[in-house]
């Protein structure tokens, strides 16, 4: 009589839980699919770190990754595309890839030939893309990037930027990587979208 007992209490605990917990879960899928569409990119054009025209045509195709960021960034910048550079070897082994765009959001100093230079070492598999500051404004903020120039006394500046690398599939978000994936977590999302 007990066990039939407990299992009755059990159970009715499990029906309150899920009947105070399911309008929560939905609401939290609502919020995700809310942000989702919240994120759509702009028209532009923009040039390349060779002078190609870029548009937002540029990034359909099955995989395209953005990743916003700046030259002069002492830290985040080059640890991300390191970690998007051994993804793209990763990918390579498998005879799969992804088309990764780098945008400035400091087009001040990052002309096409400092971002050429500083994308050197990634032999031509990271697209660098710079241009007018008014036109990096537009679409950074249309992928919901923000970014902020910080001054300091002697007049220097630094960027402060949000920095998940953005995931596409035939120009449309799907996905985001942040700092905190590991490479075998980021290679996981991606192939969900390959």
Same mark, same amino acid.
């Given at each position: ?44 054009? %923009?040039?390349?770190?060779?002078? !190609? =025209? /870029?548009? #937002? ?6 995989? $395209?990754?953005?990743? *916003? ?6 830290d985040v910048?080059? %640890?991300?595309?390191?970690?998007? !550079? =051994? /993804?793209? #070897? ?6 799969? $890839?992804?088309?990764? *765009? ?16 500083? =994308? ?9 893309? $710079? ?41 449309k978000y799907?996905?985001r990587i ?17």
């Amino acid at each position: 009589m007990k066990l039939k007992t407990s299992i009755t209490i059990i159970a009715g605990c499990f029906v309150i839980f899920l009947f105070i917990m399911l309008p929560i879960f939905l609401s939290i899928q609502d919020q995700k699919d809310e942000y989702v569409a919240s994120i759509k990119g702009s028209p532009f054009e %923009l040039k390349d770190i060779n002078r !190609n =025209l /870029i548009t #937002e045509k540029s990034f359909e195709g099955p995989a $395209t990754a953005l990743f *916003f960021g700046f030259t002069n960034c002492p830290d985040v910048c080059p %640890l991300t595309l390191n970690k998007i !550079n =051994l /993804i793209l #070897e990763e990918l390579k082994k498998e005879k799969k $890839t992804l088309k990764v *765009f780098f945008i400035s959001i400091d087009p001040d100093r990052d002309t096409p030939e400092v971002m050429k230079d500083y =994308l050197s070492s990634y032999e031509n598999k990271i697209i660098g893309i $710079t241009g007018e500051p008014e036109k990096i404004f537009v679409l950074s903020k249309s992928w919901n990037i923000k970014s902020q120039k910080i001054f300091s006394e002697d007049g220097n500046y630094t960027v402060d930027h949000s920095s998940p690398i953005l995931l596409l599939k035939n120009g449309k978000y799907k996905n985001r990587i942040t700092h905190h994936n590991d490479i075998e977590e980021s290679l996981k999302i991606i192939k969900k979208i390959l």
